[in-house]
């Protein structure tokens, strides 16, 4: 995979499924009573993992591309799996299928790959196990493996240290399996898909302000859910299309969700030219076109509670910002740290390999933009993000961008360079 430097961007296109959406299909589609139908589900190998691991403990899942079915067995249907639960790269896989496992009447053990496996699970080991589970990382480093022998849980009120959808969805799926009702505060609002769909599928969910709740052992009933674009994949062509000359391109169908949008409004700061079209809600999501143009953009800063809107955006924005003029500041962003690279690190590096002017902070970094970029070899780091972000920069320097593993596209975007190329000339 080569990337150099375009003339223009034109074209209409649509990006794969939502991915947290995805995930969350198929989980609550298992724990459903009655069948369970995703179209546009996203068919990467995270959201894989997800049906792998459902389909180990007893559930019967057809999967055609983005088209999946599923037939659920309710709350307390799935089986104790005879092997270990496999969720490769998959942090949303690990932490949200430990809240449903630590409900469940059996022992599993849960384990990915090398990133997985450094990854911080204490952040939901401890509110499980405040709820009664019996959950512990085998090599006592609060990482995966996980062994969790779960059943008995009681409600509790969690304040959660972290603003993570990750956190707040495990203790809230574990909350199902409670007679009573089971509460998440966090810091900051992070996604709320979890909340969105667990009501549509028939639980008593109340949001309010930073403070989610859920009524345990509710029937959960089998939905035909309509998965809109992942905001997160539209975000390499939103940027493409801002940063390269020539550029207009329509991208439809994204999820709008504002717990997601904040790519949308950072880019609105820099003085990027997006218009939305269409504004709708599909399966209870806001979703809308986008149709975004060449701009001239100006540093901004990135900070507060808009980080957990645009987390995973993150690297892209960073590369937004070289083009920029001036300088931006992303602060409040530590998080970036625990992703499935450190994302602080392997953004910086690569930035600064491609000659841009840029330091690392305890909680973000500072870029200096509007100096022309260069190509370079990206150290992925084997994170799908920063492959995706990279190659949108290789899209405006000079010579040849090339990457160590660019086929780690495929956890989240497998058809990545295919739509790149189509739209690229
Ligand atoms: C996700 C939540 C976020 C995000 C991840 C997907 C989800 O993680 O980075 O890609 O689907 O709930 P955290 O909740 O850990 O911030």
Same mark, same amino acid.
């Given at each position: ?17 939502d ?7 198929v ?7 009655g ?7 996203l ?22 591309n ?6 659920g067995?309710?709350?307390?249907g ?6 270990i ?12 299928m ?8 059996f ?27 019996d ?8 990482c995966a493996p ?10 509790i009120h969690?304040?959660?240290p972290?603003?993570?959808?990750q956190?707040k ?15 998440v ?16 599928f028939?639980?008593?969910?109340t949001?309010?302000?930073? #403070? /989610?709740?859920?009524? @345990?052992?509710?029937?959960?009933? %089998? *939905? ?6 992942? !905001? ?7 940027a ?24 949308l409004?950072v880019?609105e700061a ?13 399966s ?40 920029a ?5 992303i602060?409040?962003?530590?998080e ?8 602080i690190?392997?953004?910086?590096m ?7 002017d840029? #330091? /690392?902070?305890?909680? @973000?970094?500072?870029?200096?933009? %509007? *100096? ?5 070899h990206? !150290?992925?780091k ?15 320097a000079?010579g040849?961008t090339t990457?160590d ?5 495929v956890?989240?975007?497998?058809s990545?360079?295919e ?7």
């Amino acid at each position: 995979m080569e990337i150099t430097k375009i003339n223009g961007i034109s074209g209409e296109i649509t990006v794969p499924g939502d991915k947290s959406i995805s995930h969350r299909g198929v989980m609550f589609g298992a724990i459903s009573q009655g069948i369970t139908e995703l179209t546009g589900f996203l068919d990467g190998a995270d959201c894989r993992s997800t049906i792998s691991c459902f389909r180990k403990m007893g559930i019967e899942i057809k999967q055609d591309n983005d088209h999946v079915i599923i037939y659920g067995k309710g709350l307390h249907g799935l089986s104790s799996p005879t092997d270990i639960l496999d969720v490769g790269n998959s942090g949303t896989t690990t932490r949200l299928m430990s809240g449903i496992l630590a409900g469940s009447n059996f022992t599993s053990t849960v384990n990915g790959d090398a990133s997985i496996q450094t990854r911080p699970m204490k952040r939901i080991i401890t509110p499980l196990s405040m709820m009664g589970a019996d959950i512990k990382s085998l090599r006592g480093n609060d990482c995966a493996p996980l062994q969790i022998n779960g059943g008995h849980l009681h409600p509790i009120h969690y304040d959660s240290p972290v603003a993570s959808a990750q956190v707040k969805s495990a203790v809230l799926l574990a909350g199902l399996y409670c007679d009573g009702v089971t509460s998440v505060t966090e810091p900051v609002l992070s996604r709320n898909h979890t909340e969105l769909m667990l009501s549509g599928f028939g639980a008593e969910v109340t949001s309010q302000g930073t #403070t /989610a709740s859920v009524v @345990g052992l509710p029937q959960l009933q %089998g *939905q035909k859910i309509f998965v809109p674009g992942d !905001i997160s994949s539209a975000a390499y062509f939103i940027a493409a299309a801002l940063i390269a000359p020539n550029a207009e391109l329509t991208i439809r169908n994204v999820n709008c969700n504002p717990t997601r949008d904040g790519i949308l409004k950072v880019a609105e700061a820099m003085g990027g030219n997006i218009k939305y079209e269409n504004k709708r809600i599909v399966s209870g999501e806001e979703v809308c076109d986008l149709v975004v143009k060449s701009s001239s953009l100006q540093g901004t800063t990135v900070g507060g509670d808009i980080i957990p809107t645009l987390i995973d955006e993150i690297p892209m924005i960073a590369v937004m910002a070289a083009y920029a003029n001036g300088t931006t500041i992303i602060k409040d962003a530590a998080e970036l740290k625990v992703k499935e690279s450190n994302r602080i690190d392997s953004v910086v590096m690569n930035l600064q390999a491609m000659g841009v002017d840029v #330091t /690392a902070t305890d909680d @973000g970094m500072v870029i200096h933009g %509007g *100096q022309p970029l260069h190509g370079a070899h990206i !150290i992925t780091k084997s994170d799908h993000r920063i492959a995706m972000a990279f190659a949108i920069a290789g899209l405006i320097a000079t010579g040849i961008t090339t990457f160590d593993d660019p086929n780690c596209v495929v956890i989240s975007y497998p058809s990545f360079y295919e739509t790149l190329s189509n739209i690229c000339h």
